[in-house]
T-cell receptor, first 113, second 116 residues
Framework: DQQVKQNSPSLSVQEGRISILNCDYT??????FLWYKKYPAEGPTFLIS???IKDKNEDGRFTVFLNKSAKHLSLHIVPSQPGDSAVYFC????????????WGLGTSLAVNP | DTGVSQNPRHKITKRGQNVTFRCDPI?????LYWYRQTLGQGPEFLTY????????KSRLLSDRFSAERPKGSFSTLEIQRTEQGDSAMYLC??????????????FGPGTRLTVT
């Protein structure tokens, strides 16, 4: 049972445009959400997070939006750069569950020059 | 650099052999996690330590797997009698300044295990 779902396996955008990566979840007990970026043969790198009590968090070119009623979050990257090409994972945490991360399957982003 | 380190980066072993991986977390972090990732999947939780105490083990972790974190510092993950299905990337992450609210986990580069 996939509690965190990333329904788009891949996304391709032009350099300078906006990249929007989506994530849905089913467990209403999740109280924190994180986005990670992963290059091949490397560990995931933390990008940005959001608490369930907020609806937006911004850090430079990266903004995460949370819609709790829809159990949906999205990561916006503006402007997209070729170096952003990687696999992006959405992960969720239930603070009462040892804070272990529950992951989606990832979305592979390609930013074309 | 004081990030999470893992050794070895790559390990090729024959089926039936034992292997051990090491993780050195960020020094001030009290929480340490092991995950496993296979191709096309997200990481899957294996086990969790708070300081030296192993507080949770996934049912994915058969009795061939054992993990330790002596003295609450580095951790080791051992797989006995390896099987081809154990081939994966093994990831270690640390988080949590003692008493702090942080949920972010910081990952090492992983150990790629190939069982032939």
């Amino acid at each position: 049972d996939q509690q965190v779902k990333q329904n788009s396996p891949s996304l391709s955008v032009q350099e300078g445009r906006i990249s929007i990566l989506n994530c849905d979840y089913t467990n209403s007990m999740f109280d924190y959400f994180l986005w990670y970026k992963k290059y091949p043969a490397e560990g995931p790198t933390f990008l940005i997070s959001i608490s369930s009590i907020k609806d937006k968090n911004e850090d430079g070119r990266f903004t995460v939006f949370l819609n709790k009623s829809a159990k949906h979050l999205s990561l916006h990257i503006v402007p997209s750069q070729p170096g952003d090409s990687a696999v992006y994972f959405c992960a969720a945490v239930n603070a009462g569950n040892n804070r272990k991360l529950i992951w989606g399957l990832g979305t592979s982003l390609a930013v074309n020059p | 650099d004081t990030g999470v380190s893992q050794n070895p980066r790559h390990k090729i072993t024959k089926r039936g052999q034992n292997v051990t991986f090491r993780c050195d977390p960020i020094s001030e972090h009290n929480r340490l996690y092991w995950y496993r990732q296979t191709l096309g999947q997200g990481p899957e939780f294996l086990t969790y330590f708070q300081n030296e105490a192993q507080l949770e083990k996934s049912r994915l972790l058969s009795d061939r797997f054992s993990a330790e974190r002596p003295k609450g510092s580095f951790s080791t993950l051992e797989i006995q009698r390896t099987e081809q299905g154990d081939s994966a990337m093994y990831l270690c992450a640390s988080s949590g300044l003692a008493g702090g609210p942080s949920y972010e986990q910081y990952f090492g580069p992983g150990t790629r295990l190939t069982v032939t």
